[in-house]
């Protein structure tokens, strides 16, 4: 394991290093969003205590900053201060998670900006473009198997370090005073001490991978592991809207609901800032659901009759699986939205600390060699012999849940193989040749 474990640091640490700072920046993304951003999400008419225009007025002021294009959603503020937030679908950019954000004062709808958005997190461009670096390194889909491979590794490299850790305290071989061995308590105490962050960081990272995602969200599915949906249908159309008003240009007739969906959600009892999306068509109810948010631990839905303002269909926080719940909190928690700053600064000095252990495994490895700034040896390999088969068999299965790890391995290993076989056959016939020279 330990000839493994370097020769897997080795390889993976410059993926695990670049996912390491471009983590570290996205974990105090949602702060620094706020300085950015600062002029588009506040609204200070509103925030003067003025009444706040109807949303169908505030769609209007949307649309007229955007000619030719139809609104899709609604974000509404929970208080005064913080503009709403009107969203427009764009095919041309990079996916359906990315819209377009008009920000509106509701207290005269005037338009403070026009912004990309991303995400259920409502990540404005600074914080996406972070996002996209450590989630695909700036190169589209493809940079998704740097991320998935260094997700994957992080946590085996983890499990394993902590087993090599436990070994050596067990074996008293943790009080080498050379360099190497200052370097390698170094880089185990710190270990230990984030290791449940890193295998919190592994769990909820494989979740956004390509294919260990995908293995992931179909078991999800499969347990029922996903949070359910709420009914939209209603026994009949809603009724038409009024026009608007003279001199302004119409917005969708649904639009017009908008404020009596608003105040049956607000009845319900969902709080802070909500989503409100129109009907598709006709039978079809208004979905209004609460966003995420920091400090928010639950998530409720309603569907609701624009005609009446009755609910058709609610889906409380209460009505979801406990594992859809907790893969709720643990995914907001490694976007630093669950527990606001606190979050964030604790996924900075987790990142700090990985970025400390990846340095100080690379000097242990170059410590390993007499001659300075060489590249070092490799423990000494060890037969399958003494390779204990649960460990082959949990390297199997997690490599059927992440299949880059365990292609990865396999390369590790028969790269290793090859090595060694080249190694004592160069060592077998050093002695041949010094007798020829004789």
Known sequence: ???????????????LFVATLTG???ALAPSLEKAVYHEQMSAPVAAQGVAPLPIADQVRAAEKARPGDEADAVEVAGDAAHTTRVLFNDPSLISKSYKHAVFVDPGDGSVRGDEVQYGSSDALPFRAWLSEGHRRLWLGEPGRLYSEAAASWMGALTIG?????????????NHSTTRRGRLMRNHAWVGVVVALGLLFLTATGLTWSSVAGANIATAREHLNWIAPKPETTISAPASPAAPAA??????????EQADRVLDTARAEGLDGKLILTPPEGEGEAWTVK??????????NTITVDGATGSVVDEVRWSDWPIMAKMAE???????GILFGWVNQLLLALLALGLGAMIVWGWLMWFARNRHAYRAGSLPRPVGWGRVPPMLIVLCVIYSLIAPLFGITLVIFLLGDGIYQHFRARRAHERPRARAHAD
Not at 290 to 299: G, P, S, V
Not at 329 to 335: F, K
Request: proline fraction near 5%; aromatic fraction near 16%.
């Open 24 to 26: 570290f920046l996205y």
């Open 290 to 299: 609460e966003a995420r948010q920091e400090w928010r631990t639950d998530m």
């Open 1 to 15: 394991m330990h000839r493994i474990h370097v020769i897997a640091g080795i390889f993976i640490a410059p993926l």
């Open 329 to 335: 909190w643990l995914i907001n928690a490694h976007m």
């Open 246 to 255: 003279d001199g302004a240009s119409p917005a969708s007739p649904a639009w």
């Open 161 to 173: 370090g902590l087993w090599l850790w436990w070994d050596r305290c067990r074996r008293k071989r």
